[in-house]
């Protein structure tokens, strides 16, 4: 991991985006004090991890990797073991969030007798428990239907937007990160390489021409617009660009004496972006 | 601190490992009630059969035999000068009973519960410490549990001492629950009484040979106190150490091995100590506390009481130290 530099605010989902091995995992251990980077620091609340754990992480509910539960309990007592570990929460509070989450009325049923999705219901129920003022939570929607899918995209944003939680989401899920976050930071190979708002994506369009001097459309892309492209196929140039510069690169190329068979602009999605940065998902 | 010590404990019960040990602990203790008391009986027999007594009742024609018995194997060349050292320090005690009145040859109820002890402190009741202390970390790491503990703003080391304070207590019902067990199953065959009874204590040995003279003589009651008190101290030493491995590794059945490869080699280890000074120091030759106030030790130069308290106590120092030391740092990576 190298210049990592997140930042997440109160009432916003934060998506983080990554293959596999990307370092998604290592980067929330290190938030949640699981891992002591070499260098660098975190600060949760305004208090750092290094000098004030306790009340950094008093401020944290969390799922990491995956939402391990003691199998030998049941889903309250697992609940009510954690919730004796802060001095926030009541039985009232634990009821609340168990009907939150939707656990009902499986929650007095031992834990080995539970399915991937409603282990992550339990962990979502332990995680919000004590209202956290920062929720992160590491690939959430793993083992969920799509009802319960639905459902996590719901419950996040009145936690983020009624309760004024910070969410920090990890997924290597594209559509579901792009459907449930405000923010979103793409990180490969241990460096994050964009952060960008959700809602700005539709202004980025893959734009993809096909000229008679493939090398000279590059040249000139780079040249006015400080933009790289790159040769796909024998005349064909491919960038991504603002929406509203098409029209002003196609005058361009013709000015300058390029015969341009055709221009087609397919809607950016996080998944052009994403292969776009990443140059397709290889796992380090 | 008082509920994260609860939760651990709550966690041990529900486990159920500690009744698995208990259990244990039930099954052991009857067979090994009722083969004493098969041996008790064929000694009796054997003993009445070769000397043409009819009257087995008078326990002091039998210590006499067994004096005898003993006196003429020392006399034999085949026995090598370890043995015999245990031999003559066996006869000595045995007279002393004789001269001072004391009862060696029967068992009561409270007799027994003092002798398994004596049996069980340094392989059996340490290998039950393991099976409870051997996850207690390592179980959560292996888990994945631990990361719920450590994200919760409750510093490790709490987290740690909980755990810990929570194994003292578990070891402390595992004694408990041995005495209870003890007492009620050997009643069976041996009857309640016997608590007054009194039993020598004080033996010493310098240069091969028994010293009596600061043997006093203490009623069964007090004496049992005193080996339940010893062993409860082995058993947080084990449990201690046991408890950092468990911090150490990941998996809970290499913990498990790791001590129980540990202690088995204590038991072979033992055979060099009067030869080899190094191993003495060693946690697992010092746990038969429970011989140096019977007098039933093979006796070594240098190995007393106090040496094998001490040792003990710095191994257990040793271990909380590492313990907390590692845990505090670790990078938690489950």
């Known amino acids: 991991m190298r210049d990592v530099n997140l930042s997440v605010f109160p009432a916003e989902i934060f998506g983080f985006l990554g293959a596999n091995g990307a370092g998604k995992t290592t980067t929330i251990r290190i938030i949640a004090g699981l891992i002591k980077p070499d260098r660098g620091k975190v600060a949760i609340g305004g208090f750092s991890l290094d000098h004030d754990f306790i009340k950094a992480m008093s401020q944290v509910g969390c799922i990491i990797e995956s939402p391990d539960m003691y199998k030998f309990l049941t889903g309250m007592e697992n609940l009510q073991q954690l919730a004796a570990m802060s001095s926030r929460v009541t039985q009232q509070r634990l009821d609340e969030v168990v009907e939150m989450v939707g656990l009902k009325h499986r929650i007095n049923d031992r834990v080995d007798t539970y399915s991937l999705g409603m282990k992550q219901r339990l962990g979502i129920a332990q995680a919000v428990m004590g209202r956290p003022r920062l929720l992160i939570l590491d690939e959430p929607a793993n083992g969920l239907d799509p009802a319960g899918i639905a459902e996590l995209r719901q419950l996040l944003r009145r936690l983020a937007y009624e309760e004024d939680m910070a969410v920090l989401v990890s997924s290597h899920i594209l559509a579901e990160v792009q459907q449930m976050c405000d923010t979103v930071a793409i990180i490969s190979k241990g460096v994050v390489l964009k952060t960008l708002k959700v809602k700005e994506l539709g202004n980025d369009v893959v734009v993809e021409w096909q000229v008679d001097k493939p090398l000279l459309a590059i040249e000139l892309l780079k040249g006015n617009w400080d933009i790289a492209a790159e040769q796909t196929r024998k005349n064909r140039v491919k960038a991504v660009i603002e929406r509203v510069m098409v029209e002003d690169i196609n005058q361009t190329f013709i000015n300058e004496g390029l015969r341009l068979a055709y221009c087609e602009a397919h809607g950016s999605t996080l998944e052009d972006l994403f292969l776009n940065l990443t140059g397709g998902v290889e796992i380090v | ?334």
């Open chain 2, 1 to 334: 601190m008082y509920r994260l010590v609860q939760n651990e404990v709550v966690k041990m019960l529900r486990k159920k490992r500690l009744y698995i040990v208990l259990g244990i602990l039930l099954i052991m203790i009857s067979a090994f009630a009722y083969g004493q008391y098969h041996s008790l009986d064929r000694t009796r027999e054997q003993l009445a059969k070769r000397i043409g007594m009819t009257d087995t009742g008078d326990w002091r024609k039998l210590a006499e035999q067994q004096i005898i018995d003993m006196k003429n194997r020392l006399d034999s060349h085949y026995m090598d000068e370890e043995h015999n050292s245990t031999t003559r320090v066996r006869m000595e005690q045995l007279q002393y009973y004789l001269d001072n009145n004391i009862n060696p040859v029967d068992i009561s109820g409270a007799r027994f519960t003092t002798r398994f002890i004596e049996q069980s402190i340094y392989l059996f009741l340490p290998l039950l410490m393991i099976l409870l202390a051997a996850d207690m970390v390592s179980g959560e790491l292996a888990g994945g549990t631990v990361k719920l503990l450590l994200t919760r703003g409750v510093p490790r080391w709490k987290v740690l001492l909980s755990k810990y304070i929570a194994l003292l207590l578990l070891e402390l019902n595992v004694v408990f629950f041995t005495l209870l067990i003890s007492v009620a199953v050997s009643g069976i065959f041996f009857g309640y009484g016997g608590w007054t009874e009194p039993v020598a204590t004080g033996f010493q040995v310098a240069a091969g040979k028994l010293i009596t003279s600061n043997v006093v003589n203490v009623p069964q009651w007090q004496y049992l106190l005193m080996v339940y008190g010893l062993a409860y101290f082995v058993m947080v030493v084990v449990g201690t150490v046991s408890f950092m491995i468990s911090v150490l590794v990941k998996s809970t059945a290499a913990s498990i091995g790791i001590m129980l490869s540990t202690l088995v080699s204590g038991t072979f280890l033992s055979s060099f100590l009067a030869d080899w000074t190094l191993p003495r120091y060693l946690f697992m030759v010092n746990m038969r506390l429970t011989d140096y106030i019977s007098g039933s030790l093979r006796p070594i130069e240098g190995m007393n009481l106090t040496f094998s308290l001490t040792v003990l106590a710095a191994w257990m120092v040793a271990a909380i130290v590492v313990s907390f030391w590692y845990f505090t740092k670790r990078d938690i990576l489950v």
